[in-house]
């Protein structure tokens, strides 16, 4: 559980965008991993993982589409606290171009910013990507470069200095 569960908590976060809803994901996938467990493969334990965490979300996301909230809470996320010894401006510039990237992939379509979740975030392959959304090796090769393209224009969009030597 330790070893995987920031992996899960970052696929379910980044579905349903609410740190809360992403725990209580998590926390299920775990236990549906655990009732599972042995019926999967050692050499396919990940992208089994990782499917089993986006339907879960998906599944959510349906319900709440089903039956919307009463009023939406915002999500207060700080930036993270930097490690003892970096150097605040180093900090600083990483994360402000990490929040670009994100800010960049909120403008994504659904379909290209789970492309660069599983294969950018997560790091799975195209051939694990294929088989965890059931879809021909050359579709998922063709989403992944459309997705990583309409990534670019996004954060030149935001910024557009970020070409410039960025």
């Known amino acids: 559980m330790r070893r995987f569960q920031s992996r899960i908590y970052a696929v379910a976060v980044h579905y349903v965008r609410d740190a809360d809803e992403a725990r209580d994901l998590a926390q299920e996938a775990f236990i549906r991993i655990y009732q599972r467990l042995e019926d999967v493969r050692a050499d396919r334990f990940i992208p089994w993982m990782l499917r089993l965490t986006r339907n ?31 150097d605040p401006e180093q900090s600083w510039i990483a994360d402000s171009r990490r929040q670009l990237v994100y800010r960049a992939l909120d403008r994504l379509s659904d379909k290209n910013r789970e492309m660069i979740l599983l294969k950018e975030i997560q790091g799975l392959n195209l051939q694990q990507i294929a088989e965890m959304l059931d879809a021909p090796l050359g579709t998922i090769k063709s989403r992944s470069n459309r997705a990583r393209l309409e990534l670019a224009k996004a954060v030149l969009a935001l910024d557009p200095s970020y070409g410039v030597g960025g």
């Open 56 to 86: 879960l979300c998906i599944d959510r996301l349906r319900r709440i589409k089903a039956r919307p909230p009463a009023s939406d809470v915002p999500l207060e996320q700080g930036p993270p606290l930097p490690a003892p010894g970096t």
